[in-house]
């Protein structure tokens, strides 16, 4: 059974940084595409940035620059690191394996 655990979510104030973790067992995140939604009150769920299994990233225009999307092989972990925050990434963070999906993990940017 695939499950993915995520953590790192929070309260942050704008410019800040926050590293989000989505640990994974039953699946192998080095041999997978893998990738970061998120769903702000009110919108549809986001494509936020993916990694295909040979390590090609992807990011939406809005976190370009900002976010970077990285796999750990060891842990068998993803990460969702982002930087220079604003009100407008305030969302619940999902990670995603194939039809898998993490449990989602707030985070808030405000002062």
């Known amino acids: 059974q695939v499950q993915l655990v995520e953590s790192g979510g929070g309260l942050v104030q704008p410019g800040g940084s926050l590293r989000l973790s989505c640990a994974a067992s039953?699946?192998?995140?080095?041999?997978?595409?893998i990738a970061w939604y998120r769903q702000a009150p009110g919108k549809q769920r986001e494509l936020v940035a993916d990694?295909?299994?040979?390590?090609?990233?992807n990011y939406a225009d809005s976190v370009k620059g900002r976010f970077i999307i990285s796999r750990e092989h060891v842990k068998n972990t993803m990460y969702l690191q982002m930087n220079s925050l604003t009100p407008e990434d305030t969302a619940v963070y999902y990670c995603?394996?194939?039809?898998?999906w993490g449990q989602g993990t707030q985070v808030t940017v405000s002062s």
């Open positions: 995603n394996v194939k039809f898998t």
């Open positions: 039953g699946i192998v995140l080095s041999i997978n595409d």
């Open positions: 990694m295909t299994r040979f390590g090609s990233t």
